[in-house]
């Protein structure tokens, strides 16, 4: 059952900050969610975020919720990893807790806890369902970093669950970056071959949600300090490119990785996801 611990009322809607048991992860699980005035049912958007991050991270930070209003659209943020006492963690800021990376660990110690796709896709869904009344058939993802690589990711591997997909900076190819190597050898194990199925870029490539999405966005900062080492948008580009996916790739000058370049475009996101998710 999920728990209301906190609300606001913003731009005539609410923002709730909540807590549920999770069956994927065997722990509790924290999320804030944007409802907007109405009846619904809403179309909504998941925020999956990046490294380090929290629930609160894109609440507090974003600026999201006017335009949400606006839109009529429901936001979901949830956390990064679970947490808690007993749960693996890493004195790294790039793996275990706030790392999760939005796969289903398989090694130890993470693989107790660390399923942070199965959270995200089953547990999280339902969770939200009993705070805002939703549409399940319309309902988008985006996230920044690691969370742009979440919402690639499972947005091509669950397209049953998305109807529409955007990112900021995301980690397009983690197979082919030092954060994805270093995260999927730990939570996966060493045999790359299984880490193919976590790389959206080789998802891409490999034809994964093939037609399900007319078009996808990405927003990236020229002044992003991890723009050619971790990031490389244009392999995501290229394989969307190799099986015909128009995508829309935004470089946006002197931006870089943080919250300010996010606020500074959340709202065409918003609007975006909201044109796409019409009944």
Same mark, same amino acid.
């Given at each position: ?115 942070? $796709?199965?959270?995200? +896709?089953?547990? *999280?869904? @339902?969770?939200? &369902?009993?705070?805002?009344?939703? #549409?399940? /058939? ?42 994805? $190597?270093?995260?999927? +050898?730990?939570? *996966?194990? @060493?045999?790359? &071959?299984?880490?193919?199925?976590? #790389?959206? /870029? ?78």
């Amino acid at each position: 059952m999920t728990e209301i611990l906190q609300q606001h009322r913003v731009h005539g809607g609410t923002l709730s900050y909540c807590r549920h048991p999770s069956a994927a992860t065997g722990t509790a699980m924290r999320f804030s969610i944007f409802t907007p005035g109405g009846e619904g049912p809403f179309p909504s958007l998941v925020w999956l975020s990046g490294l380090t991050c929290t629930e609160d991270n894109f609440t507090t930070k974003a600026g999201a919720y006017r335009a949400a209003a606006e839109a009529g659209l429901v936001i979901i943020a949830p956390d990064t990893s679970p947490r808690g006492e007993g749960v693996a963690d890493d004195p790294a800021y790039d793996l275990g807790q706030g790392a999760g990376f939005y796969v289903d660990a398989t090694e130890a110690p993470w693989a107790p806890h660390f399923r942070m $796709e199965t959270y995200i +896709t089953v547990d *999280l869904l @339902a969770a939200a &369902a009993e705070v805002a009344p939703l #549409d399940p /058939a319309r309902r988008g993802v985006s996230g920044h970093s690691m969370g742009g690589h979440g919402a690639l990711t499972l947005a091509l591997r669950h397209p049953e669950l998305f109807q529409s997909v955007s990112a900021f900076a995301p980690i397009v190819s983690p197979t082919r970056c030092p954060w994805g $190597e270093k995260a999927f +050898t730990a939570y *996966l194990g @060493a045999d790359r &071959a299984l880490w193919r199925a976590h #790389d959206a /870029a080789l998802l891409m490539a490999g034809g994964a949600a093939r037609g399900a999405y007319d078009d996808l966005l990405i927003d990236q900062g020229t002044a992003d300090n991890f723009l050619e080492g971790q990031l490389k948008p244009q392999l995501f580009v290229e394989a969307c490119a190799a099986v015909g996916q128009k995508v829309t790739l935004r470089m946006r000058a002197g931006y870089d990785h943080s919250y300010f370049f996010m606020a500074s475009f959340i709202a065409d996101h918003v609007a975006w996801h909201a044109q796409r998710l019409k009944p």
